[in-house]
């Protein structure tokens, strides 16, 4: 399965944006998605993740409260909507297909593109 994230752009701090995730040539029903950022010179760091259809959802500490992930099936869409953005929130966003439990995994070592996330101070 692969996905396309979009969706990013430059804010300032305490800014909004909405991220999209879709499928190129398939359905995101039955799937789990995630997303990753990934900063310069950083490791990529799980963010958010939402079950299949059972409601799950996780969040890491650093998004918790500020980030909302929700999936829209009848658009083949998964959003994340990313409030009170801080600069260190500044990086390459990617969706995936994942478990998504106390935490999230990587199903696939596919990540597109991604989508740039920068936050201005």
């Known amino acids: 399965v692969q996905l396309q994230a979009s969706g990013g752009g430059s804010v300032n701090t305490g800014g909004s944006l909405r991220l999209s995730c879709t499928a190129t040539k398939s359905s995101l029903d039955g799937y789990a998605i995630g997303w990753y950022r990934q900063a310069p010179g950083t490791g990529r760091e799980g963010v958010s993740c939402?079950?299949?259809?059972?409601?799950?959802?996780y969040y890491s500490d650093s998004v918790q409260g500020r980030f909302t992930i929700s999936r829209d099936s009848a658009k083949n869409m998964v959003y994340l909507q990313m409030n009170s953005l801080k600069p260190e929130d500044t990086a390459v966003y990617y969706c995936?297909?994942?478990?998504?439990?106390?935490?999230?995994?990587?199903?696939?070592?596919?990540w597109g593109q991604g989508t740039l996330v920068t936050v201005s101070s």
């Open positions: 939402i079950g299949s259809g059972d409601g799950t959802t």
């Open positions: 995936a297909v994942v478990e998504c439990g106390f935490g999230l995994r990587p199903v696939y070592d596919y």
